[in-house]
């Protein structure tokens, strides 16, 4: 089955500046990677997906970036604000959705 | 998107004992799905429930476990049998409104059911 990594599971950044999740995948099938915030108690929410046909979207100050040759894809959030702090969960999709093990971010004011 | 409510929003159940989740969403949807998070941990798919018939489970889980129903498009439960303190968790409820044809599809969340056995 697919088997999704994901990196790095925690980090801080200074408020302004930019962070980077990456993630990898095993199944050259999956064709479809959304990515989900998830605030303490909350539960997740979409922010942006890619799919396979596209290697880059951007959406206001998040976009996402998905190399299929190397099996990889990318979360990119800049001008990063305190209200960005949460868990964020990469996935990929064939038949089923399997989620990432999650990056918790911090942004220090 | 779809507007997704769960019932109850948390539990404190003693071992031995089940209990059912409710998950209702505002429209028809063709998908939908339950999940299991554990604290401090990612999502883990533990069955598609199908409107009509039995649900698919993942590899780790049971049917006399988990039982699921699915009577319509806009309703499933969960319920969590013969319980255990490791089965703590929290159980969410997802939904694809619109898996249409082509690449991938969106999928959304419920709330998710607090559950802590003792």
């Known amino acids: 089955g697919e088997n999704v990594e994901q990196h790095p599971s925690t980090l801080s950044v200074q408020e302004g500046d930019s962070a980077v999740i990456k993630c990898t995948y095993s199944d050259s099938a999956s064709n479809y990677f959304p990515w989900y915030k998830q605030e303490l108690g909350k539960r997740p929410q979409l922010i942006i997906d890619i799919r396979s046909n596209v290697g880059e979207k951007k959406d206001q100050r998040i976009a996402v970036t998905l190399n299929k040759t190397a099996k990889h894809f990318s979360l990119h959030i800049t001008e990063t604000q305190p209200e960005d702090s949460a868990v964020y969960f990469c996935?990929?999709?064939?038949?089923?959705?399997?989620f990432g093990t999650g990056t918790k971010l911090q942004v220090i004011p | 998107s779809a507007v997704i409510s769960q019932k109850p929003s948390r539990d404190i159940c003693q071992r031995g004992t089940s209990l059912t989740i409710q998950c209702q969403v505002d429209?028809?949807?063709?998908?939908m799905f339950w999940y299991r998070q554990q604290p401090g941990q990612s999502l883990t798919l533990i069955a598609t429930?199908?409107?009509?018939?039995?649900?698919?489970?993942e590899s780790g889980f049971v049917i006399d476990k988990f039982p699921i129903s699915r009577p319509n498009l806009t309703f499933s439960t969960l319920t969590v049998s013969n319980l255990s303190p490791e089965d703590s968790s929290i159980y969410l409820c997802?939904?694809?409104?619109?898996?249409?044809?082509?690449?991938?599809?969106?999928?959304?969340f419920g709330p998710g059911t607090r559950l802590t056995v003792t």
């Open positions: 997802s939904v694809a409104p619109d898996p249409g044809q082509g690449v991938g599809y969106e999928q959304y």
């Open positions: 996935a990929a999709l064939f038949q089923k959705v399997t």
């Open positions: 429930a199908n409107q009509g018939s039995e649900a698919t489970y």
């Open positions: 429209s028809q949807v063709t998908m």
